[in-house]
């Protein structure tokens, strides 16, 4: 504050055609300052910037000249605008503070005492009225349109300058003339966006603004046009954002920017494993998966479905990237409002932060942490394809970032908390790990009980309505119509997925299983984070814990929930990702413990400016970098059709208008993938096999893929029908369909069935059938995918997939040849053989039917070479030596068959075709 011990005050008003409403408002003017309504300001001038009037406001003015302290008049040629009439104003005021303030009185005039009173108290240099704040008071409103359009100019304003006031365009503001004085000439906005200009450029240079809550009545004859003055204002709030473009927001842009281009570039083409074919089939058809449906994610990613570029699987996959992109920005913005807010560090007895750190440092240090989080596996692995997990984590960054809203604004805004923790309700369970949060937070701010009860509507309607269109959407029979919602228990029963959460064996609590959880969860932290990173996050913790209580404990309860409910909830599959919301937290926690190292460098060697920048640098290595190199080899999915090629090579084996019986959660999602999503063989009715246990399934089967079941069969007394009964049931329901299935054991044994192999399903029926062989005729996109050596996923389920992907089409590959074999079709049979010896280079049965086959196909040098090759790898082989000494002497080398048999008899004494070919030769 200035030391004078005066405050004077100079009132500038700018007017553009005011004539009319000039008198009012001077004579007010006057009548206050008669009566010291102003105090503690002594206004010593009142300026009229008469911003080229044709009506003569310059001389309705003049009449006030001898009840007004020192009235002066400037007048322009032209019509700038309010930010130019402002400007010349403040060039001429000379009192030691300035209020601007509109022609039209809105707000009284002794407001200004008020703002006054409030920079006293706060030491601030700048104040403005606010219409928005929660004890602002609104005499006359505005029409609802100009509102409503003020509302989201101010949204506008809020991201593309990050100033934090809800109201920049009240015309009612105090600020002191030698703390502007540089600041104002430099301005260049002329329009009514003055305002926001003025505030960004006071901000910039650090100035202390205070909002103040202000009386104020709407004139109705406003000078800003919707239409016109609309645009203008857009116009030049774009020009203020471009002028105004800091660091911090570049940075910020680089946070959303950076990972979504590596997501992009890393996008899966078509399904991936696990859920993904779920979702992309219910994004396909609008359908329901899997409890509790998912909604707000399938509603997204529907829509997505819409947009004429790429591939379907594409477009949806695109909307994980955004979200986890999205995810990276709200952690940017978390851990940067840490570390920018010196204003309200120093009032609850916070040191403030230091200038030089807001250049750089600080949104640098936020910009490590959201990148770490980014290019994390957890992250990445569930941003490149059809997942409800970078979503989740985008509602919980949210949330948080809120959180700490909460903590600092006397009066915030509840309703986006409300509608961020409604939409992670309508996305995934897993926002049950928010509930200890929020509830606390409730708690600690229960004197805005009626706030509260004004947003839980906006919870309600975005938790809840999404899940509206279930019943209407099931009647329609989809391929995905999990649960039979259509019924008011199906929709509790889905939506609640009481057949997982209500089951004791669900859980485990301390068992070997749970143990060996959190071995996991160790492990994935260490490779999260890192061991600098991991020690950041405990101090960052540490120092929060001092400093910010509520904020802190809202991490505390994230982080632990998010930690212990995969631990014990065996239904996880991908337990993994429920600890994402934890790894979001603690990079949060590592942002303060990176603000507080900066610190502590900048205390202990003052004279070494370029060590937090150094330290920085490390830290970009030794996080964000890192993560990058081990987690891209695995999180790569740009040409991965692996999922894809196995459901078309499952659907290439059915033949037309087939019934499949498949079975396990990856080929049932990969296919109906297939068939929802790229239109693969809708002809085929495939029937999880696993899924017959559930009455509504069998309804799905019976009224969604028109599969009549026969009645079922006894079974011995007091014994459970199980599901190859039902499956047996709807064999026998439909006669005139062929069926096939996956994996013949899942039927039972079943003495009426024979099974035929057909490409990589077998056919079931009562008698042996010869399916042709084109049903081997696999097609892949990239035909070393296969063979290809892949560095190991992060992820032991990934494996397994992949190690039973592999070993589906072995079987493929050796049930045809053993079949082509016995039909005497050695050239199919060597062609499938050899396939699998690709696959299982190590194994000696599938070289030595190889080889057999072409030695009956009397291509003796090719066998030789199999022979051979087998030899080499396994030299322990007799029947390799016993094989190759066959072709050899069909072939004239009788010295060369005499060594390999002898070689067979000594690795098998006993051997006697060996001997007895000794003995010939």
């Not at 909002?211 to 709030?237: D, H, Q, Y």
């Not at 979503?391 to 986006?416: C, F």
């Not at 070289?847 to 057999?852: H, K, N, T």
Request: aromatic share 10%; net charge positive.
């Amino acid at each position: 504050m200035d030391k004078t011990p005066r405050l004077t005050l100079s009132v500038v008003i700018p007017a553009y055609n005011e004539a009319k409403r000039l008198p009012a408002t001077l004579r007010a003017l006057a009548e206050i300052i008669k009566k010291g309504g102003m105090l503690p300001l002594e206004v010593i001038e009142v300026i009229i910037s008469d911003d080229g009037s044709t009506d003569g406001s310059a001389g309705t003015a003049e009449e006030f000249r001898s009840c007004l302290p020192d009235l002066v008049i400037v007048r322009s040629g032209k019509n700038a605008g309010k930010g130019g009439a402002v400007r010349a104003g403040v060039a001429r005021a000379r009192g030691n503070w300035v209020l601007a303030a509109d022609a039209d009185m809105s707000t009284p005039w002794g407001e200004a005492a008020r703002l006054a009173g409030v920079c006293a108290a706060r030491s601030a240099v700048v104040a403005i009225g606010s219409r928005a704040l929660a004890d602002s008071r609104i005499v006359v409103h505005q029409s609802f349109v100009r509102e409503t359009l003020g509302k989201l100019f101010n949204l506008f304003v809020r991201v593309l300058t990050r100033l934090p006031y809800k109201d920049t365009q009240c015309g009612f503001k105090l600020f002191q003339r030698r703390a502007v004085e540089k600041i104002v000439p430099g301005l260049k906005v002329d329009g009514f966006a003055w305002d926001v200009e003025f505030l960004a450029a006071c901000r910039g240079a650090g100035l202390k603004i205070e909002e103040v809550p202000v009386t104020w009545e709407n004139s109705a004859e406003s000078r800003v046009k919707i239409i016109s003055g609309g645009f203008e204002m857009l116009f030049s709030l774009l020009r203020i954002a471009l002028v105004n473009l800091r660091m911090s927001v570049l940075l910020g842009a680089a946070s959303f920017v950076a990972p979504l281009a590596a997501y992009t570039l890393t996008l899966a083409p078509a399904v991936f494993w696990q859920d993904s074919g779920i979702y992309l089939a219910a994004a396909a058809e609008f359908g329901i998966p899997y409890p509790p449906g998912f909604p707000l994610y399938v509603l997204l990613t529907a829509l997505a479905g819409l947009i004429p570029a790429g591939t379907f699987a594409l477009r949806v996959h695109f909307i994980s990237a955004l979200a986890a992109a999205g995810t990276c920005l709200a952690v940017y913005l978390t851990v940067l409002r840490l570390g920018e807010q010196g204003r309200l560090g120093a009032e609850r007895g916070r040191p403030s932060v230091p200038d030089e750190e807001k250049g750089f440092l600080k949104p640098a240090a936020a910009f490590i942490m959201a990148l770490g989080v980014g290019f994390s596996f957890a992250l990445w692995s569930q941003a490149v394809n059809s997942e409800v997990y970078s979503l989740q984590a985008l509602i919980t960054a949210l949330i948080l970032y809120w959180l700490l809203r909460l903590e600092e604004s006397p009066a915030p805004a509840l309703w986006p908390l409300a509608l961020a923790a409604g939409l992670g309700f309508a996305n995934h369970p897993m926002i049950v790990g928010m509930l200890p949060a929020l509830i606390y937070a409730f708690w600690k701010h229960k004197h805005d009980w009626r706030a509260w009860l004004k947003v839980l509507p906006v919870f309600m309607l975005a938790g809840l309505l999404p899940y509206a269109y279930f019943p209407f959407r099931s009647r329609a029979n989809p391929l995905t119509d999990w649960g039979n919602p259509e019924t008011f228990a199906g929709f509790l029963r889905l939506v609640m997925a009481s057949h997982w959460t209500a089951e004791t064996a669900s859980y485990s609590f301390f068992g070997d299983e749970f143990w060996k959880r959190v071995a996991d969860l160790l492990r994935l932290l260490f490779l999260q984070f890192g061991p600098a990173a991991l020690a950041l996050g405990l101090l960052g913790g540490a120092v929060l814990r001092k400093t910010r209580s509520f904020f802190f404990r809202c991490l505390a309860m994230t982080a632990w929930f998010a930690l212990l409910i995969p631990l014990f909830y065996r239904q996880t599959g991908e337990f993994e990702s429920w600890f994402i919301p934890a790894y979001i937290v603690f990079a949060v926690a590592a942002g303060e413990g990176t603000f507080r190292m900066i610190r502590l460098l900048r205390s202990r060697w003052p004279g070494r400016p370029g060590l937090p920048l150094v330290f920085l640098l490390a830290l970009a290595l030794a996080y964000p970098c890192l993560l990058v190199v081990i987690a891209l080899p695995t999180v790569d999915r740009s040409r991965d059709w692996d999922a894809e090629d196995y459901a078309a090579n499952i659907l290439r084996g059915v033949g037309e208008n087939g019934i499949l019986l498949i079975s396990g959660d990856n080929p049932s999602s990969v296919v109906l993938a297939a068939q929802a999503a790229s239109g693969l063989r809708r002809d085929v009715a495939a029937v999880n096999i696993d899924a017959l246990w559930a009455p509504w399934y069998r309804d799905h089967v019976r009224d969604n893929l028109r599969l009549p079941s026969a009645p079922l069969r006894e079974t011995a007394s007091g014994a459970e029908l199980s599901v190859g009964d039902y499956a047996m049931a709807l064999i026998r329901g439909n006669p005139a369909r062929p069926v096939y299935i996956l994996v013949p054991g899942h039927l039972g044994n079943q003495e009426d069935i024979r099974f035929s192999p057909s490409g990589m399903v077998f056919r079931a029926a009562a008698a042996a059938v010869m399916e042709p062989v084109s049903r081997w005729d696999l097609k892949f996109h990239d035909p070393q995918s296969l063979i290809r050596k892949r560095r190991p996923d992060q992820r032991r389920l990934i494996n397994e997939i992949r190690g039973e992907m592999r070993l589906g089409y072995l079987r493929a590959y050796i049930t045809g040849g053993d079949e082509f074999f016995g039909r005497g079709d050695f050239k199919t049979a060597a062609g499938l053989y050899a396939r699998a010896a690709e696959l299982a280079p190590g194994r000696e049965d599938l070289r030595l039917r190889w080889g057999v086959c072409l030695a009956q196909l009397a291509d003796y040098r090719g066998a030789r070479e199999i022979f051979e090759e087998l030899v080499r790898i396994i030299p322990d082989s007799h029947q390799g030596y016993y094989n190759l000494g066959n072709v050899l002497g069909e072939l004239g080398d009788r010295d060369g068959a005499r060594k390999a048999y002898l070689k067979a008899l000594e690795l098998a004494p006993g051997f006697e075709p060996a001997r007895t070919a000794v003995l010939k030769n």
